[in-house]
């Protein structure tokens, strides 16, 4: 029975939820809490200010800290250095397999490109819409142009075209219903 014991002692000890933290996790909370932010700032500054980069390497020394808590336990004034001399190795080594590695390249996102399909979508359309424009009155083509094309506000487009401003917005509601018929029209001929 105390083989099993002495098995389970140690950092890697799983406590009940009565029992509260052990005292490993207790050590390495504090080790962790007076340590983080001053080894985040020396890994940031060995690893030229790449922050996401550091913050890794900060997790991967804590995790061999507490793979070592048991030797680190017996002599806390060995813990600071202990801990700054792994974060130098862990930073040169992940500088040696950036290095290692070729140059990662930056591929293009693929659904923003647009393809040559998108390009003859757009001719279509446009010639769609001209096509259509044609057919409804030169009234609601004056104002569609002013508002969507001019890109005109309502009073700007009521002082271009000499008309009350409410009569610009009742136009261009008539005239957007009125093109989307003639397009509706000009798609099944």
Known sequence: MSAVHNEASGPWAADSAA?????????MRQIFDEHRAPLLRFLTRLVLGQRELAEDLVQETFLRTWRNLDTLAADPQRIAPWLYTVARHVAIDAIRSRQARPQEVNLPDLNRVSSAEDVMDRVVSAHTVQVALKQISPEHRQVLIEMYYKGASIAEAAERLGIPEGTVKSRTYYAVRALHAAIGSTESS
Do not use: I, V
């Open 19 to 27: 029992s509260g933290p052990s005292a490993a996790e207790a050590l």
